[in-house]
């Protein structure tokens, strides 16, 4: 390359940069010196008062919104869901206190530990979310949420009279046991 074009090869960024500069004077300046300000004395108008609608004026986009498919109001929103039952306690919170078996009585005496209640349940019955689902000499058989549990009357099975139908386990336990 010639020495002639190298030196204009470095000049053109600086030409350039030049006739932006240029071209930008040549466009802002006769707006800063032609800028037409008001006569001093002019008024100056206060801004207007925005004055709102009232609401109701809206009601059609409520009733019938932009966005939705032929215009239709959106659906109401579903009921919540109840809630949900809180689980039945651990077996642990009862004690088996007695059974009462006869040929036509199925019986057991479950006291919840928190207050000493004492409730008579025969099978079928439900006990706070549990189900009796069997009374005899050695517990009672309860189902649930939780599975299935036996409740039984520490060493009712030697208190228990072997081979008869009738018969009564009144084995309460004390505080000392």
Not at 95 to 124: C, E, N, T, W, Y
Not at 154 to 161: E, T, Y
Request: aromatic share 6%.
């Amino acid at each position: 390359m010639n020495a002639h074009v190298a030196r204009g090869l470095e000049l053109a960024p600086a030409a350039f940069a030049a006739s932006g500069l240029l071209a930008l004077v040549a466009v802002f300046l006769p707006s800063l010196v032609f800028y037409d300000s008001p006569p001093p004395d002019a008024a100056i108008a206060a801004p207007s008062r925005v004055v709102v609608p009232p609401l109701s004026n809206y009601a059609a986009i409520v009733w019938r919104p932009l966005f939705n498919d032929g215009r239709r109001r959106d659906p109401p929103p579903p009921p919540p869901a109840p809630p949900k039952p809180p689980p039945p306690p651990s077996a642990e919170h009862y004690q088996l206190v007695g059974i009462i078996l006869s040929s036509d009585l199925r019986m057991a005496l479950v006291a919840r530990r928190a207050d000493g209640q004492v409730a008579h349940l025969h099978v079928g019955d439900m006990l706070d979310g549990w189900t009796v689902n069997a009374i005899d000499a050695s517990g009672v058989q309860l189902s649930g949420p939780g599975g299935t549990t036996q409740l039984t009357i520490p060493h009712a099975a030697q208190r228990a009279p072997s081979g008869s139908t009738s018969a009564v386990i009144a084995a309460v336990h004390s505080s000392t046991e």
